[in-house]
Every structure is written in structure tokens, then in C-alpha cells.
């Protein structure tokens, strides 16, 4: 058993255009709430915490919809295009009010704006559980984390695109001392970019038919299946099942709670402990990120081999260690160094392992018809954590010290280490079935 790199690429375009634009709007909108609207950093990060908390409701709701969802295109292939269209449609009505808005001041224009960037929201709520969830839908339960990998690639990938189009089109040379910058070019490519990549991901994945290949091979294998029948025709998750699922959610919720609490305040966490500028703290967590993209793929493949499990949790071990190393390198040194950039690729190795793997940990459990459920579920526990974390870490660096970062998320993460220990389920097992054909690299 092989997994289709090509498809797996086209399902990816879906997150990636998702991807790119979330990128855009963290770094574009809290400059235009502060530098042209002239919020004040409560009013303009309660704004931008909306999407987080419309996530706990939309993600599961609409994910949970698309499972009963029957067209001709399929479960999730129609919500992918309504909420892009209209995305697309939205997000190019953001710079003309913020350009409007800098030409000609009035409360109308920052009122609509704000109702804009809440249907903008919502439009992108609708359709990122559906889009997540259309991987597990084609792909066999043992190649999910293979497949993730590539999908976690193609959300990496999205984010370069957006950082290189932003870079070339507003280098510092040309809004250095502007009053207003004009992001309207910036927006269209974005929404170009999203446009493009869900209009390939329609005209190559054909949904309906997929989605039926695949299910003809797992019914073949009901071993994969650890849902079952409770008599009325309904399939039901075991106990015991449910038990390992909500002790994978609450993994899932703490370390997204040591891990985000990290990246939310590192860059003021230098500032305030090292003294260090801006530029350091960046480095340090594009080296991260840079960690995570080179291991996606080897991940996934480790997974396969050694399974989700057992990935994680070194995945975990590693994460804690290497908090346990950034306490330490920032309370002693005065200066960002090398040995702050090799933990910090390893803090990207480590979250490569755990994040490749949880999802599809999360929809191994439930039945073909319930992964945009589940997906939603996923969602509700990483975003609440997301949610509470910046609080939570800021508040504890405030009354207490700013040194009390890195043992914060040294301990959330260590925590996720003993909720995994009872997860029992969700991890890919048929590979002890079928020999050494299980273990088959990915096709080229």
C-alpha cells in the first residue's frame, strides 16, 4: 500500500491557500486596526482573538455538517467553494475601507470594517474543517500521516508564498515613512493565491469518486474500523475508545498550551529578559519553523514505520527538554546565539512530530462518516488552548516574572506527556497484517 504523493499534493492546495491567508491577516490586520483606525493594542488584539473564538463554534459545526452534506461534488468539495468565493470576495473589501477610511475619516467606515472582518471570518470558518478533513476522506487510515505531512508542507508552503509577495512588494525602502501603505495590491495577489490553488484542488480531485475508492478499500479491511454497530443500525465509538479520545484531546489542548504560549510572547520574552531586539527573537522562531518544514516528510514516514504513538511522545519529550534548554540559554546569556538556533530547530523537529501525527490520531477513531466531526473536534481543542494560553502565560509573566515563560510551557507540555500514556486507540496498526508491504515508502 502506496500513497498517492500527486493527489495528496492537490488535496494540500486547500490548506495551503488557507495558509497563506491567515498569514497575510495576522500580519497585516493588527496594522491597519492600529496604525489607520488607531485602535488602542486591548481593542485591536480582542478583534484579532475573534477568529480563535468563532473556531470553537464554526470548526465543529460546519465540519459536522459537511459529514451529513450530499451533492454531486461531494461532502466537503462545496463548502470548500462557498467559503473561498466568498472569502475572496470579502477580503478584497478590507483595504478600500481601510483606504477609504485614511482618505476621509468616519465611524461608518471603521463599523463596516469591523462587520466585514467578521463575515470574512465566519466565510473562512465555514470551510477549514471541510478542507482538512477532505485528506483522511481519500486516503487509506495506515498513509494519514504520511498524508498530513504533505499537507502540513503545503500549509508551510502557502505561508513562504504570502512572506515572499509581502516582501517584494513592501520592502522597507518603499514604506519607510509613508503616513498610509496601500495593501490592496498585496490583498488581490492573496486572494489570486486562493483562487487559483482551490480552482486546481476542483478541477483534479474528483471528490465523490475518491471518497468511494477509498471506502470500497477500508470496507475491506473493518479491522481499521473501531467504531460498532449498536444494534439500531448506528455506529457507536466503544468505552474505551472514547476514553483514548478524550485523553488525545486533552494531549492535544496542553501542548498547544506549553507550545503557543511560546510563540505568542517569545519575541517580548527577549526583550524584556535578554534585552534583545526584534530581529533575534524572529530568527529564532523562523529556525523553528524551518525545523518543522525539513521534517514533516521524515516524520511521517517515521510514524509509519515506528507509529503515531510512540512519535509523539518523543516528539514531547523532546519539545520539554528543549523549553527546559531555552530557560536556561536565556537566563544565562545576554545574547541570542548558535546554541539558541540549534534548540530552536530542534523545538521545530519536535513539534513536526507531534502535530504530523495528532490529527490523524483524532479521525483514526471515528467512522468515514464523522471526519469532519472529529476534524472539528481536533480544532475545538487546539484552538481553545490558543484562546487561553497568551492570558494565561501573560498574566503569570506579569505577577510573577518574566522568566516563568519557559517552565510555563516546559510543564503543559510535559503534562500532554502523561494524558498520552492513556491514549490506546487511534494509532495506524494494520501494517502488522500485511508484512512488509505495510512499510512501502511513499510513491514518487
Not at 28 to 42: A, C, G, K, S, Y
Not at 207 to 217: R, T
Not at 405 to 434: C, I, N, Q, W
Request: hydrophobic letters at 50%; proline letters at 5%.
Amino acid at each position: 500500500m502506496k500513497l498517492n504523493n500527486k493527489r495528496t499534493i492537490l488535496v494540500g492546495l486547500a490548506f495551503l491557500s488557507i495558509c497563506a491567508f491567515w498569514q497575510m491577516y495576522d500580519n497585516v490586520v493588527p496594522l491597519i486596526l492600529t496604525n489607520t483606525f488607531h485602535l488602542n493594542e486591548t481593542f485591536s488584539g480582542a478583534i484579532m482573538a475573534a477568529d480563535n473564538v468563532l473556531a470553537l463554534f464554526l470548526l465543529p459545526f460546519f465540519g459536522s455538517l459537511s459529514d451529513k452534506a450530499d451533492t454531486k461534488l461531494g461532502k466537503r468539495m462545496p463548502f470548500i467553494l462557498f467559503g473561498t468565493g466568498c472569502a475572496i470576495i470579502l477580503l478584497n473589501l478590507l483595504p478600500l475601507l481601510d483606504n477609504g477610511y485614511y482618505a476621509a475619516p468616519s465611524t461608518f467606515k471603521l463599523v463596516s470594517f469591523v462587520i466585514v472582518l467578521g463575515l470574512l471570518l465566519i466565510a473562512m470558518g465555514t470551510y477549514r474543517s471541510p478542507a482538512v478533513a477532505l485528506m483522511p476522506d481519500v486516503t487509506p487510515k495506515p498513509l494519514r500521516s504520511k498524508a498530513n505531512a504533505i499537507i502540513n508542507l503545503m500549509g508551510a508552503v502557502g505561508g513562504i508564498i504570502y512572506l515572499a509577495v509581502a516582501a517584494v512588494l513592501y520592502p522597507n525602502s518603499k514604506v519607510a515613512g509613508l503616513a498610509h501603505v496601500n495593501y490592496q495590491p498585496l490583498f488581490i495577489v492573496v486572494a489570486a493565491i486562493m483562487f487559483v490553488s482551490v480552482g486546481v484542488l476542483f478541477l483534479t480531485i474528483k471528490e465523490p469518486k475518491l471518497v468511494e475508492e477509498n471506502k470500497a478499500l477500508e470496507d475491506k479491511h473493518p479491522e481499521w474500523n473501531l467504531a460498532e454497530d449498536d444494534g439500531s443500525g448506528h455506529e457507536v465509538l466503544p468505552p474505551d475508545v472514547k476514553k483514548s479520545l478524550g485523553f488525545l484531546l486533552a494531549s492535544i489542548a496542553l501542548w498547544f498550551m506549553g507550545y503557543n504560549g511560546v510563540t505568542t510572547w517569545f519575541t517580548t520574552y527577549v526583550s524584556q529578559v535578554m534585552g534583545q531586539a526584534l530581529g533575534g527573537a524572529s530568527t529564532c522562531l523562523l529556525i523553528a519553523t524551518g525545523g518543522a518544514i525539513l521534517s514533516y516528510i521524515p516524520i511521517g514516514a517515521l510514524a509509519s514505520r515506528i507509529g503515531r504513538k510512540k512519535t509523539i511522545m518523543g516528539g514531547i519529550i523532546l519539545l520539554a527538554v528543549c523549553f527546559f534548554l531555552g530557560y536556561i540559554l536565556t537566563t544565562t546569556y545576554s545574547s541570542i546565539n548558535v546554541i539558541m538556533f540549534i534548540v530552536f530547530a530542534l523545538v521545530g523537529l519536535a513539534w513536526a512530530a507531534i502535530n504530523v501525527n495528532s490529527l490523524p490520531m483524532v479521525v483514526e477513531m471515528c467512522k468515514g462518516s464523522d471526519i469532519g466531526k472529529f476534524t472539528g473536534f481536533y480544532y475545538t481543542a487546539s484552538m481553545s488552548a490558543q484562546i487561553v494560553t497568551p492570558i494565561l502565560a501573560g498574566t503569570l509573566m506579569r505577577q510573577v516574572s518574566y522568566r516563568v515563560l519557559f517552565p510555563y510551557a516546559a510543564l503543559f507540555v510535559a503534562l500532554s506527556f502523561l494524558t498520552m500514556v492513556f491514549v490506546h486507540h487511534g494509532d495506524s496498526r494494520p501494517e502488522e497484517k500485511k508484512g512488509l508491504e505495510a512499510f512501502e515508502e511513499m510513491d514518487d
